[in-house]
Nanobody, 126 residues
């Protein structure tokens, strides 16, 4: 399974962006999907995650500003980011774990792998 993150860009402080993470294969179930970010010179850290049951969790630095969601029909996960601040500047990565997917041939694939998308850059100017 390949994950493709998109939607990053340059925005002024106070602005909004919506990141998308599209999967290359139909996801029937995901134990957990998440967004991480990595700022220059810092470790990658969790921003938000969502369980297969729809339970969400946010880092304290983004609570009330960011919203994680999934659209199963579109096979896509989103991160709506509002009221952005310069400290949100980072490369954002999507992650998926514990997937049940369907191939183009209709085969079910169940695995416990960790999947990462290529990052998308978010830059917030002051």
């Amino acid at each position: 399974v390949q994950l493709q993150a998109s939607g990053g860009g340059l925005v002024q402080a106070g602005g909004s962006l919506r990141l998308s993470c599209a999967a290359s294969r139909k996801i029937l179930r995901a134990d957990r999907m998440a967004w991480y970010r990595q700022a220059p010179g810092k470790e990658r850290r969790l921003v938000a995650d969502i369980t297969g049951g729809g339970i969400t969790n946010y880092d304290d630095t983004v609570k009330g500003r960011f919203t994680i969601s999934r659209d199963n029909a579109k096979n896509t996960m989103y991160l709506q980011m509002n009221n952005l601040i310069p400290e949100d500047t980072a490369v954002y990565y999507c992650n998926a774990h514990g997937l049940t997917t369907m191939t183009d041939m209709g085969d079910l694939v169940v695995d416990g792998e960790d999947y990462w998308g290529v990052g998308t850059q978010v830059t917030v100017s002051s």
